[in-house]
């Protein structure tokens, strides 16, 4: 079946260092790839999207590239902010049919001053 | 501003009681969605409508309902027969391979 791996959290950083959270997925056909962050008390965001091998999804610092080859969906980031400190969601859209969306179970990040 | 608006941002509950979730969009998107979302897990999704009058089960739709009858809204009721209510409550819209858009969330507790 469809399904997203995410490496466990909490991750804490110190401000500037470099961010890695590890994505990799299970999927029938070609999905579309995305990363969610979460802010407390709110709903998720679009962070950044991928929808075919090799595309690299970017936004606010954030990169990701889509690898059919290792099914992995890896967020980077070159130099993290106290205000990066969030949950982050890898997910993937389905493209057999239907409107469902798979997400990991969220990594939580720290990142401290 | 186009959005998905959920309300009220906090809801209680009593023992036997039936409360309902209010899930609005004016994005017009064809999909909404309710998710669970617990503390320190992922979501976990309970009903999703894909059209209008049309509506599946996600993975714990056990004690609760929704209705479609319009394509803005999507309410979500907890009934009495969810036993363990409390937790962090996301609806969301989408179209087919597009991201979906979130609301801000309802948490519900037990009084």
């Known amino acids: 079946g469809n399904s997203v791996t995410q490496m466990e959290g909490p991750v804490t950083l110190s401000e500037e260092a470099f961010l890695t959270i590890n994505c990799t997925y299970t999927a029938t056909g070609y999905p579309s790839l995305f990363w969610y962050v979460q802010y407390p008390g709110e709903g998720l965001q679009l962070l950044l999207k991928a929808t075919k091998a090799d595309d690299k999804g970017s936004n606010k610092g954030f990169e990701a590239t889509y690898r059919k080859e290792t099914t992995s969906f890896h967020l980077e980031k070159g130099s993290v902010q106290v205000s990066d400190s969030a949950v982050y969601f890898c997910?993937?859209?389905?493209?057999?049919?239907?409107?469902?969306?798979?997400f990991g179970a969220g990594t939580r990040l720290f990142v401290k001053a | 501003d186009g959005g998905i608006t959920q309300s009220p941002k906090y809801l209680f509950r009593k023992e036997g009681q039936n409360v309902t979730l209010s899930c609005e969009q004016n994005?017009?998107?064809?999909?909404m969605y309710w998710y669970r979302q617990d503390p320190g897990q992922g979501l976990r999704l309970i009903y999703y409508?894909?059209?209008?009058?049309?509506?599946q089960k996600g993975d714990i739709a056990e004690g609760y309902s929704v209705s479609r009858e319009k394509k803005e809204s999507f309410p979500l009721t907890v009934t009495s027969a969810q036993k363990n209510p409390t937790a962090f409550y996301l609806c969301a819209g989408g179209t087919y391979n597009q991201p979906q858009h979130f609301g801000d969330g309802t948490r519900l507790s037990i009084l």
């Open positions: 409508s894909q059209i209008v009058n049309d509506f």
């Open positions: 994005l017009n998107h064809d999909a």
């Open positions: 997910a993937l859209e389905r493209n057999t049919g239907g409107f469902k969306t798979i």
